[in-house]
């Protein structure tokens, strides 16, 4: 298994701003992965992240607004840039270990 | 596109009984198959998984069934607890190599005391 934490836990902000949201996990992976949850709702992949590459986005979401660092084998940031109400959810942090997904705690984040 | 449908949606039972959840995918090539529970304010927590290589799979109050013909995998759990009571997340490896999964809309159990 892989043990995931995210900072911060729980953000509120204001339309118009950028919140970067950190992972780190505490064992070198190859593969890591953001996604979006939105409340009551399933889970939603963002973006995968390999370390050395650019990051993979599903359609729906670009580069522009979530843009995503990987500079290393345990760690990440996903930022949600010009912020908007619509971008309140949880965001997770996700990583694939031995053929295993492992989720972070998630942030929480509100948009006013 | 790729889909995973959750059913039900919602789901109560007496402590005591069982539950059952089930989840039906798309992708023919799909070949893992992991659940998820999910408690308020967590993250979803990985309690067990099936290759498609197996029919079935226990850990203790726990089962996972999976029938790769009809293209349909279950979650059981016996003898449900209070604890037990959270949001539970099927999912579907997408395709092989890829590493992409698609997820369930997820079954919020609540087990009465």
């Known amino acids: 298994s892989a043990v995931i934490s995210q900072k911060p836990s729980r953000d509120i902000c204001q339309r118009g701003t950028s919140l970067t949201i950190q992972c780190q996990v505490d064992?070198?992976?190859?593969?890591m992965f953001w996604y979006r949850q939105q409340p009551g709702q399933s889970l939603t992949l963002i973006a995968t992240?390999?370390?050395?590459?650019?990051?993979?986005?599903e359609s729906g979401f670009v580069i522009d607004k979530f843009p995503i660092s990987r500079p290393n084998l345990t760690f990440s940031t996903l930022t949600v840039s010009n912020m908007s109400p619509e971008d309140s959810s949880i965001y997770l942090c996700?990583?694939?270990?031995?053929?295993?997904?492992?989720f972070g705690p998630g942030t929480r984040l509100t948009v006013t | 596109g790729e889909n995973v449908e959750q059913h039900p949606s919602t789901l109560s039972v007496q402590e005591g009984d069982s539950a059952v959840i089930k989840c039906t995918y798309s992708?023919?090539?799909?070949?893992?198959f992991p659940w998820y529970k999910q408690e308020l304010g967590k993250g979803p927590q990985l309690i067990i998984d099936?290759?498609?290589?197996?029919g079935e799979k226990k850990d203790q109050r726990i089962a996972v069934t999976l029938n790769k013909t009809a293209k349909h995998f279950s979650l059981h759990i016996t003898e449900t607890q209070p604890e037990d009571s959270a949001v539970y997340f099927c999912?579907?490896?997408?395709?092989?190599?890829?590493?992409?999964?698609?997820f369930g809309t997820g079954t919020r159990l609540k087990v009465l005391a």
């Open positions: 992240a390999n370390q050395g590459s650019e990051a993979t986005y």
């Open positions: 999912a579907a490896l997408a395709a092989k190599g890829t590493y992409k999964y698609i």
């Open positions: 099936i290759r498609s290589n197996v």
């Open positions: 064992s070198q992976v190859t593969m």
């Open positions: 992708d023919s090539a799909s070949n893992y």
């Open positions: 996700s990583v694939e270990t031995r053929y295993e997904q492992y």
